[in-house]
Every structure is written in C-alpha cells, then in structure tokens.
C-alpha cells in the first residue's frame, strides 16, 4: 500500500530504546512513517514498513505532534523511516517551527537513500542517524531487494557527513548535531561488518559515533532463510566489535576506550 500526498504515520512517543545521546532523561520524540524504501525479509517493524500499518494525518496535525512531543521534554523530533514522506515532512516541520519548535531533528533511516533528497535537507535536519546494512551487494540483493545498496549507502553516508561533521554532544550527553552510524551484525557474516567499518574509518571519520547492535532475531520472512533463522551468537558480536576498533573507530556505542 503506498502512501499518498499527506503525512502517514503509524505511532509516535517519546522512545528509550534509542542511543543514549537521543535518548537523555526524557526520551526521543520519535515519529514512525509507515512503509519504507526497502524490503528487508528479517524487519523487525515489518507491520509498519511491508503492511503500512498506520493512516493519514494533515500536515497540521504533524506539525501538533512535534510540538507535543516537545512539551514532554523529548531532547529531539526523531523521525524514523522518513525518505519517500520527505515533502510531507518538511510541510510539517515548517508549520511546527513557525509554533515554536526548537529541537533538532534527527533523520533515522535504513541509508538506502536518495542523494538528491538528502541534499534538499541540508540545513534542516540536524542530526543523521543512518544504518549501513550491508558492504556485500549480493547479501543486500537477496535480503532488501536492494544490490545497489553498498555503493548508495556509501554516497548518502559521506553527504550526511559532509553536512554535519561528527556528533556533537553536550554537557548532559545529549546529542546536538552529527552524524551516527548504526550497523546491525548479522549471522554468518552477512552485513559484511569489516568493510562497514574500514570505510566509516577510513572515508568518513574515525570519530564517527557508530552503534554496533547485537539485537538481530528472526522475525518476519528470516526464518525461511537459513543464513538468518538464528540470534547472532557472543563470538560472532565481539569479533564485530574487534573489527570496529581494530579499524581505529574511537566512538563506538557503549564501549569505554
């Protein structure tokens, strides 16, 4: 079900699961648009991003919901999965900054991106927060029917960068501006995790804030895949972190160097 010309969106509140730079003491605002770019066969919101679980709202009633979240305290407008909704999104943000909206706003995206629309964002968004799924275009091929996905992630990764610089966060912990990385370790070696890591250490910046996530677990269609029907195990999370350091990346979510 594709959405239309007016903002879609499945749910939004302030979230504690994110990064604790997002996530301080009262929470990221976090937006969910339903459907996404991608058809990643192991989603772990696949209701919202395959089914397009959620229903259409105005642009005025976007802008509200940032303004509310804001009255709770949430340290950001976090606004997940928000591409192919671009226009929508910035009617709304436009609306909420002319009510007072002061927060920054954090693009969080699968980082199979348009360039053109991450361009059209720049001075905008204030915070990007991108996966890098896959380095291997075979693996990003038959598992988000996506095989220019390395090379696109890549491009939108060094633009977001080129943006923002590396995070910045202040005196509370609480991220301002910048980039951060997520990178999702899969079984048997299928994110392709030593690639990911050289090119954030080598092409963006070895001070790039990176979250190596051990939360993988089948859900949706990864039990029909035998390289996927399983958790990722201890070894297979610490060999990925060892990569990450070994690359010379300095800010890597929870470690302490």
Not at 161 to 187: F, K, M, N, S, Y
Request: hydrophobic letters at 40%.
């Amino acid at each position: 079900m594709p959405t239309g010309d007016k903002p879609f969106v499945s749910s939004w509140n302030p979230h504690f699961g994110e990064e604790r730079p997002l996530v301080g003491r009262h929470g990221s605002g976090t937006i969910f648009f339903s459907q996404c770019n991608l058809r990643c066969i192991f989603c772990q919101n696949w209701t919202i991003s395959h089914l397009g679980e959620g229903r259409e709202i105005t642009f005025d009633r976007l802008a509200e919901i940032m303004i509310e979240l804001q009255g709770r305290g949430c340290h950001n407008i976090n606004l997940v999965t928000p591409t192919h909704q671009m226009p929508m999104i910035l009617h709304a943000i436009a609306l909420a900054s002319e009510k007072g909206l002061r927060l920054p706003i954090v693009y969080n995206c699968g980082g199979y991106e348009s360039l053109e629309a991450i361009k059209i964002v720049d001075g905008v968004v204030d915070i990007y927060m991108p996966d890098f799924k896959y380095s291997d275009s075979e693996m990003a091929l038959r598992y988000s029917k996506a095989k220019d996905y390395p090379g696109v992630a890549k491009e939108v990764i060094k633009e977001m960068h080129r943006q923002v610089g590396d995070l910045i966060i202040d005196e509370r912990g609480i991220a301002l501006r910048g980039l951060l990385v997520r990178h999702l370790v899969l079984p048997e070696g299928v994110a392709g995790t030593k690639e990911v890591v050289r090119f954030i250490a080598e092409e963006i910046s070895k001070d790039t804030y990176i979250n190596i996530m051990e939360q993988y677990y089948p859900c949706y269609k990864a039990y029909e895949y035998p390289q996927l029907d399983r958790r990722i195990t201890g070894a297979e999370y610490q060999e990925a972190i060892k990569m990450a350091m070994d690359a010379g990346l300095k800010r890597i979510d929870g470690i302490s160097f």
